[in-house]
């Protein structure tokens, strides 16, 4: 979304109009989802967590500097929304595993090698094992390694996000790395 | 290792393309230098590839959550109404009851019931809430 566009939603919000709230919503929702869902390892707790987020979010507007970009702002709410969530008694992470790519596809793609069925179902395998690692490892690690692999998100941003100063960024990146990697091992799979 | 030396942290920054181009060329040299750290950046990379291909789909339906938010961020409203509503009639039947030519002695026992029946809604609610508050399950999840 641009940022000029987004800056005016949130004015509007802002104003106490809601209904310019769902283009927010709808926008930093598929975001949010794969970042909550990393938190808490189901889908069910991922979307209450969300929900809660996106309301405390709003409800705090009027607080957020329109100078500032708004999702590293939403993304600190929803982190610690997970993090509430799963202090409480209310929710502990709960593996569930994700969708695979071979739902329906089996049959698309017979002949080609990277998109045959065989090479979906070797990626759901490895998706299988990364993802039973990631229950394994602590979730100040999950949280710091779905915001860089998976979203993408620059040091800085990722400082921003998870409240901590950008030069222990790369510190926590190793830490989680490396106790993931440690978590494979002992579940038997060898890097590289 | 006979190269630069290379901290944990440098190669995380090195990886995800967070040094300037000085510093990745002192990672470089130190790298050509050391099998050690040429494993050590192999395994990284791997699970780095690894995981970004692991999306998170939601393994079950998924139905957006903006009518669940859109209802509770407009609910507000509607209760400011309601109170603003119920307050405005209540202090009007109030302000007709005690203008009313009514018997004296009929106000007051209908002004009797009527308090009482609050204290005694007010109680209640009062009592349930304690028992919430003291309830060990209310966490849980059905």
């Known amino acids: 979304m641009q940022?000029?566009?987004?800056?005016?939603?949130?004015?509007?919000?802002k104003a106490g109009d809601a209904r310019f709230y769902e283009p927010l919503v709808r926008a930093y929702e598929p975001t949010g989802l794969r970042l909550a869902?990393?938190?808490?390892?189901?889908?069910?707790?991922?979307?209450?967590?969300?929900?809660?987020?996106f309301i405390k979010t709003y409800d705090t507007l009027h607080r957020f500097d329109l100078r500032r970009p708004f999702g590293p702002?939403?993304?600190?709410?929803?982190?610690?929304?997970?993090?509430?969530?799963?202090?409480?008694?209310?929710?502990?992470?709960?593996?569930?595993?994700?969708?695979?790519?071979?739902?329906?596809?089996?049959?698309?793609?017979?002949?080609?090698?990277?998109?045959?069925?065989?090479?979906l179902r070797q990626r759901d395998d490895a998706r299988a094992v990364l993802w039973r690692g990631l229950e394994r490892i602590g979730p100040e690690h999950r949280e710091i390694l779905v915001l860089k692999e998976l979203e993408g998100f620059r040091y800085?941003?990722?400082?921003?996000?998870?409240?901590?100063?950008?030069?222990?960024?790369?510190?926590?990146?190793?830490?989680?790395?490396?106790?993931?990697?440690?978590?494979?091992?002992?579940?038997?799979?060898e890097y590289p | 290792m006979n190269g630069p030396r290379v901290t944990p942290d440098d190669l995380m920054r090195y990886l995800d393309g967070e040094l300037t181009p000085e510093e990745r060329t002192r990672v470089d040299t130190a790298l050509a230098a050391s099998t050690e750290l040429q494993r050590e950046i192999a395994i990284y990379r791997a699970l780095k590839a690894d995981f970004q291909e692991l999306s998170f789909h939601?393994?079950?339906?998924?139905?957006?959550v903006w009518d669940r938010v859109n209802a509770r961020v407009t609910r507000p409203i509607g209760w400011l109404l309601v109170i603003a509503g119920a307050l405005a009639w209540m202090?009007?039947?109030?302000?007709?009851?005690?203008?009313?030519?009514?018997?004296?002695?009929?106000?007051l026992a209908t002004g009797a019931v009527a308090i009482g029946i609050l204290i005694l809604f007010a109680s209640v609610i009062w009592e349930r809430y304690q028992e919430w508050l003291r309830d060990p399950y209310r966490d849980v999840h059905r």
């Not at chain 1, 940022?3 to 919000?13: A, S």
């Open chain 1, 3 to 13: 940022p000029e566009l987004e800056r005016e939603l949130i004015r509007k919000c």
């Open chain 1, 37 to 53: 869902i990393a938190m808490m390892g189901n889908t069910e707790d991922a979307q209450d967590a969300l929900q809660e987020a």
């Open chain 1, 73 to 119: 702002w939403f993304f600190q709410i929803l982190r610690n929304q997970c993090r509430d969530m799963l202090r409480s008694r209310k929710s502990k992470f709960r593996l569930e595993l994700p969708g695979t790519e071979t739902d329906g596809k089996i049959e698309e793609y017979p002949a080609d090698p990277e998109r045959g069925p065989e090479r």
């Open chain 1, 156 to 189: 800085g941003e990722i400082a921003q996000i998870l409240e901590i100063p950008e030069g222990t960024v790369a510190s926590r990146l190793y830490h989680a790395r490396h106790a993931l990697r440690e978590a494979l091992v002992e579940m038997n799979v």
């Open chain 2, 58 to 64: 939601p393994a079950v339906r998924y139905t957006s």
């Open chain 2, 91 to 107: 202090s009007y039947g109030v302000y007709v009851f005690a203008t009313s030519p009514t018997d004296p002695w009929e106000k």
